[in-house]
């Protein structure tokens, strides 16, 4: 699903092949080459409308980034003597690139009026999950069939409504019970839902939907408000009520640290910077919750973590500080990496990453593919809702994956962790399979 650039600053990081969500949305990669905007700008350029690369030329038989395309359009859009057909071009490829168009202050909201008012995205996807504990020789097994629809309704020029529905059940059970430590239903569950306002150089959204952060520490959504202001520097604001704190806990099989709360107090600030291939920002996340309760010193030697005789003082508040940055050296290498720390924990008060990336499976282009390779630190009183899968919230170690696109609309994905448990220091192994048919 398409995300501004402005929204690529806040939240995502995690850049090409890791991600197959933020690759969509990366400003960074290619224009498939069977896309329809080929011939679109191909005609464009028969006419004499779109002069092509600075060298005034067009490479038709290669791919191009979304940026470069968005370029060439824009300076189609400033020409006035152009025929009724060649108009038509230019609106329908303004509309399709307008979140890179308004990244470089071209304004295109009125052409989404052209379009329809309602828009309907989605995927359905199975993942498969192996957890293992080498050192007490136990592994646990899941699998997951989820079905998600993200609409997008159009109020006006400016506004559109936004949700996410999903449905997921546990396939090994039969079930729509508990399973790989979250609650899965078999109806359809309204998860998100907010009006996003856009303007020049501001954005400001209400309702329920995801924070900054959210390809890393805080893959989840909250209730309240955001909004956002700049262009190539930007400022991110937003504050409301972040509920999923009762029986809140890693992900971690080893980790049954449990806080007990209704909801938690969240205000969230960042500010971000994007200038050709690289991005980058700094970001706090501030929580208060009345039982937000931290383990204490001497963690290696405690096996039963959900002792509450094993807590030394109560601290009601997390403070996590975040820096991030992105590098895209060409079309096929990447570097991404982040570090956060929670000020207000004693232990595990420190998560980073540092991640490779080849390439990237896109959905749109049969035949790509992707791979990566990282380090990741995940302590989970600042990791508190991490989005990885092959290493978990309270794990460290290394991750390999890859992905491909065996059909248009399909990303076949693999991970492989292998690591230790932070607060044990017992040897974790994890796999993670996942397939995403996209519509």
């Known amino acids: 699903m398409k995300k501004t650039l402005v929204s690529a600053l806040t939240t995502a990081l995690v850049v090409g092949a890791a991600s197959t969500t933020f690759a969509a949305a990366n400003p960074f990669s290619d224009v498939p080459a069977d896309h329809w905007a080929y011939d679109a700008v191909t005609q464009l350029a028969a006419d004499g409308v779109i002069e092509g690369y600075g060298d005034t030329t067009f490479r038709g038989n290669q791919n191009i980034t979304r940026y470069e395309m968005a370029q060439m359009i824009a300076k189609a859009m400033a020409k006035s003597d152009v025929s009724a057909a060649d108009k038509a071009l230019i609106d329908k490829l303004a509309a399709e690139f307008s979140d890179e168009l308004n990244n470089l202050g071209v304004r295109v909201s009125n052409l989404e009026r052209n379009a329809d008012m309602v828009k309907w995205n989605g995927k359905a996807r199975y993942t498969y999950w192996s957890h293992r504990n080498k050192d007490e020789h136990s592994k646990s097994n899941d699998d997951q069939l989820l079905f998600r629809l993200e609409p997008t309704a159009e109020v006006n020029a400016n506004w559109h409504v936004k949700a996410r529905l999903d449905a997921s059940t546990d396939l090994a059970k039969d079930s729509d019970g508990d399973t790989h430590g979250k609650a899965q239903d078999a109806d359809v569950t309204l998860k998100r839902i907010w009006a996003q306002g856009n303007y020049d150089n501001f954005q400001v ?8 952060d959210s390809d890393s520490i805080f893959d989840t959504e909250y209730s309240g408000a955001e909004v956002q202001f700049g262009n190539k520097v930007t400022f991110v604001a937003g504050a409301g009520r972040k509920s999923d704190l009762n029986n809140l806990k890693s992900d971690n099989p080893n980790d049954n640290t449990v806080i007990n709360d209704s909801a938690a107090n969240y205000q969230y600030a960042g500010l971000g910077y994007a200038d050709g291939k690289f991005v980058g920002g700094v970001d706090y996340h501030h929580l208060n919750a009345d039982n937000f309760l931290y383990l204490k010193d001497g963690l290696k030697n405690i096996k039963a973590k959900s002792d509450k005789s094993i807590r030394q003082s109560k601290e009601d508040n997390a403070n996590i500080w975040l820096v991030k940055g992105a590098y895209r050296f060409d079309k096929t290498n990447a ?18 990453s540092v991640e490779y990336d080849y390439k990237g499976a896109q959905a749109a282009n049969k035949g790509s593919w992707g791979m990566w390779a990282a380090y990741r630190y995940l302590g989970d009183n600042t990791a508190l809702f991490s989005t990885y899968d092959a290493l978990l919230a309270g794990q460290k170690g290394w991750e390999i994956g890859t992905n491909y696109t065996p059909f248009k609309n399909v990303i076949a994905t693999l991970r492989y962790g292998n690591g230790k448990d932070i607060s044990t220091d017992t040897k974790v192994e994890n796999l993670f399979g996942r397939v995403e048919f996209l519509f």
């Open 205 to 212: 959204k209400l309702g329920k939907f995801a924070p900054i």
């Open 335 to 352: 570097l991404n990496a982040f570090y956060a720390n929670n000020t207000s924990a004693d232990d595990l008060d420190k998560a980073w």
